[in-house]
Structures are given as structure tokens and as C-alpha cells.
């Protein structure tokens, strides 16, 4: 799977959009981002996935640039439950055994 | 739906003891789960891959006698620290693909502390 980076952590205030940052230079044709969070001492939670498109859900907007190189997560709204770190992986989403390979991710914190 | 549990959430042991630690897929059937370790201001570490009804697959520098996995049904997969040392202390993460699917769900995770 394609090497993903991203920055140590960041801060965000209270109310604002948080637009986390990931670099995949790498990245295959056949990869999509995926983007998991983990909240202190809880298990990694699913957030959004995508190939080339841009997608959006309940939780947060993924951009993907053209050339597919970087992406950027964004939480439109951020609360002080969005306080986590923020792994963006990239792998090739095909049915069978698909091991995620987890990076050091950011680090976000949401500020009163 | 895609509901991964693991118990117990909490664990301590005695240095030399083995412990046991159960992930379950509720609401889903899932032929491969995986199982992490964390250990505190890291990443997660993948140890295994358990594919049910054979043996699991561990990555390199895991112990697999150290570290027995049981995978024997659709919605269970079982970790068994054995002879645990305090440097096992850890926080163990399972993950469930449902059949069908790649996509992933991983459990609240099982904090074990050897004393």
C-alpha cells in the first residue's frame, strides 16, 4: 500500500471547519483514501473513503486533487468531540483479506 | 449495523499468566479479522490476520506461540496472551471485514495491564 503523510497535529476552534491534510505521491490507480479517526482508548472509527471524486457524507467532505497526489478531509463544523487523531490510508478496497496499514496520523484538537 | 465487540474492555494479569481476549462481529459474519496492538502515543501495529476455519497469518516479529489466535467461527475470533510479561501491557484492537465487503470495522479495543 502507497506511504501516506501527514502533519503531527493540528488545532482547530470550536465551530470552525478543521481541513486535515494527506499526502499519498504514490498512490496507485486501483487505491482509494480512506480516513479513520480514533478517539482516546477507543478503536479506530470509520469516517470516508473515496477514489477520485470528491465525497461527502454525515460526517465530513473529502477532496481529492486531479492528479489524486494529496487529499484533504474536512469536518465542516468541528465540536470538541472531534478531538482525535486522524489516520488517512490509502489501499486497494477489493473483497478478501485487505490489512490496513496505520501511519502516526494527526493529531486534532478542538479548541473552546 | 457492523458491530465489533471485545471483552473484556479491561484486563489485569499476573506476570507468567495467560489471558484471553474475544472479539465478536454481531451483527455481520466475518470470515477475516485482524488484530493490533498499541501501545501508548503510537499508532496501531498490526499483529495477525484471522481467517476462520485455518491458521492465522502474523506479521513479522509477532510470536505466534506467544500470541494464539483462534478463529474458529463466523463471528469469533479469540487472542490468547500466553505467559504475559509486562511489556505485553498494551492496548488490543480487533477488526472485522464483513463477508461480502472491504471495509473494515474494528472493536472498543482491550486494555491489558500485566503486573
Known amino acids: 500500500d502507497a506511504k501516506t503523510t501527514q502533519p503531527t497535529s493540528m488545532d482547530c476552534a470550536e465551530g470552525r471547519a478543521a481541513n486535515l491534510p494527506c499526502n499519498h505521491s504514490?498512490?496507485?490507480?486501483?487505491?482509494?483514501v480512506y480516513w479513520y479517526r480514533q478517539i482516546h482508548s477507543q478503536g479506530p472509527q470509520y469516517i470516508i473513503h473515496?477514489?477520485?471524486n470528491n465525497e461527502t457524507n454525515e460526517m465530513a467532505s473529502l477532496i481529492i486533487t486531479e492528479d489524486r497526489k494529496s487529499s484533504t478531509l474536512i469536518l465542516p463544523h468541528a465540536t470538541l468531540r472531534d478531538t482525535a487523531v486522524y489516520y488517512c490510508i490509502v489501499r486497494v478496497a477489493q473483497l478478501g483479506a485487505q490489512k490496513l496499514v496505520f501511519g502516526q496520523g494527526t493529531r486534532l484538537t478542538i479548541n473552546p | 449495523g457492523a458491530v465489533v465487540s471485545q471483552h473484556p474492555s479491561r484486563v489485569i494479569c499476573k506476570s507468567g499468566t495467560s489471558v484471553k481476549i474475544e472479539c465478536r462481529s454481531l451483527d455481520f459474519q466475518a470470515t477475516t479479522m485482524f488484530w493490533y496492538r498499541q501501545f501508548p502515543k503510537q499508532s496501531l501495529m498490526l499483529m495477525a490476520t484471522s481467517n476462520e476455519g485455518s491458521k492465522a497469518t502474523y506479521e513479522q516479529g509477532v510470536e505466534k506461540d506467544k500470541f494464539l489466535i483462534n478463529h474458529a467461527s463466523l463471528t469469533l475470533s479469540t487472542l490468547t496472551v500466553t505467559s504475559a510479561h509486562p511489556e505485553d501491557s498494551s492496548f488490543y484492537i480487533c477488526?472485522?471485514?464483513?463477508?461480502?465487503?472491504?471495509?473494515?470495522?474494528f472493536g472498543p479495543g482491550t486494555r491489558l495491564t500485566v503486573t
Open positions: 504514490t498512490i496507485s490507480g486501483n487505491e482509494y
Open positions: 477488526s472485522a471485514i464483513r463477508t461480502g465487503s472491504p471495509e473494515q470495522y
Open positions: 473515496g477514489l477520485k
